[in-house]
């Protein structure tokens, strides 16, 4: 029996094709995220990336397909704060372990959400919209477009004490079109898919839903800053490998992924789409997967909210 010693393992990877799993379909975030990681990986390593979507139930069915591949770096997976912060949560008989069943590799970019109202709606801040929305129990409607838009609007829910009613819709694109009609009154949507309609007036600007402004969209306030201390959530992109993948193999993947985060090519494009990069370590990643199971179960829990 040969044994290879971690150096020597990392030093040979990769020496064939990698496989890129998207839970989600060609064309949303995901797939923009997985193909330019995958094409500078390509550059770097001259070994082609192959970008695969398995969609379905919600990032389940790519989750539990790269959970059941071998460990050996040749199977990733692009995973969301969905799949691996909310998913354990609102299905609790997931067929793998979201912590033991994968090795995180880390985040390539996150992003708050903006929650936007009808401009109908007399609210300007989130201040404003708690004091209306306890006088109207369950009258104003939060459209969704999937768990994490949904999971955002239950957590402004719980911690501001106040009943708003949650409207689903097949798709966040959906939801948003429906503020836009005044057929519902509010949705937490991505920056980047909300900015236009902001600029237009069609919809209005209420808070962002990261702890501070951010920098892509500085003139609207954090809601955490305007009536509900403490308020976060942000949408969040990252790469995955089976668990038991050598750690050597985790690392050498780690380092690409922050040596394309700090491209200046990559920078621009992706801050074009209003993500932020991280640098994140494997161990970094990780811990936040485990505060994020840890938020999302606690929020599922109080609220009693149930999968779109």
């Given at each position: ?91 609790p008989k997931l067929p793998y372990d979201t912590l033991s069943d994968f090795a995180p590799i880390g985040r390539i970019g996150f992003a708050p959400y903006v929650l ?136 050498k993947l780690n380092a690409e992924l922050v040596r394309i985060l700090a491209l200046p090519d990559v920078k621009e494009r992706l801050g074009a789409e209003a993500y ?6 494997p161990d970094q990643f990780a811990a936040l997967i485990k505060a994020e199971l840890g938020k999302w179960a606690k929020v599922v829990r109080e609220t009693g909210v149930?999968?779109?």
């Open positions: 029996m040969v044994l290879h010693s971690a150096p020597a393992i990392a030093q040979a990877y990769p020496s064939k094709a990698i496989r890129v799993i998207l839970p989600f379909a060609p064309g949303g975030p995901t797939d923009l995220l997985g193909r330019l990681v995958g094409q500078k990986m390509t550059e770097s390593w001259g070994q082609s990336v192959v970008v695969e979507s398995r969609t379905g139930a919600n990032g389940i069915v790519a989750s539990e397909f790269v959970a059941r591949s071998a460990s050996d770096g040749y199977t990733l997976l692009i995973g969301t704060n969905g799949t691996h912060g909310i998913n354990a949560s609102l299905f936007v109202a009808h401009p109908s709606l007399p609210v300007r801040t989130a201040k404003d919209l708690i004091q209306l929305a306890k006088g109207a129990p369950g009258q104003i409607a939060c459209a969704s477009g999937g768990s994490p838009s949904q999971l955002s609007c239950a957590l402004f829910k719980s911690l501001a004490k106040i009943d708003l009613l949650m409207i689903p819709y097949k798709g966040n694109s959906l939801a948003v079109t429906s503020v836009i009609s005044g057929e519902t009154s509010l949705v937490f949507g991505g920056i980047a898919q909300s900015a236009p309609q902001i600029k237009a007036g069609r919809v209005r600007a209420i808070g962002v839903t990261s702890l501070k402004r951010t920098p892509v969209m500085k003139e609207v306030p954090a809601i955490a800053e305007t009536g509900l201390p403490g308020y976060e959530v942000s949408t969040w992109y990252g790469l995955f490998a089976p668990a038991a993948t050598p750690r050597a193999v985790v690392d932020e990069l991280p640098a994140d370590s149930k999968p779109e």
